[in-house]
């Protein structure tokens, strides 16, 4: 089972960057597929999750400019992270049935 993130990089404050997640190996449905984040000397927090059937959640400080979504067929997990700031800078990892992706970075430059 193994989950590969791609799309993180740097950009400008209020740009835009796609995050993409694909599970391989996983039989079956996904109930919740999800992304968290971490930045240098902080807790691990969720930024957004999408269960099965389409409901999502999304953290505070995103709301409004992140939007997830998913496709159950390919078992694939997308973030669109919009109008970035710079207290968005950290390194982004999809997570699904208790497996953690291996991290993708993203930086935002003020």
């Known amino acids: 089972v193994q989950l590969v993130e791609s799309g993180g990089g740097l950009v400008q404050t209020g740009g835009s960057l796609r995050l993409s997640c694909a599970a391989s190996?996983?039989?079956?449905?996904?109930?919740?597929m999800a992304w968290y984040r971490q930045a240098p000397g902080k807790q691990r927090e969720l930024v957004a999750a999408?269960?099965?059937?389409?409901?999502?959640n999304y953290a505070d400080s995103v709301k409004g400019r992140f939007t997830i979504s998913r496709d159950n067929a390919k078992k694939t997990v997308v973030l669109q992270m919009n109008n970035l700031k710079p207290e968005d800078t950290a390194t982004y990892y999809c997570?699904?049935?208790?497996?953690w992706g291996q991290g993708t970075q993203v930086t935002v430059s003020s």
């Open positions: 997570y699904m049935l208790s497996i």
């Open positions: 190996g996983i039989i079956g449905v996904i109930n919740v």
């Open positions: 999408v269960t099965s059937g389409g409901n999502t």
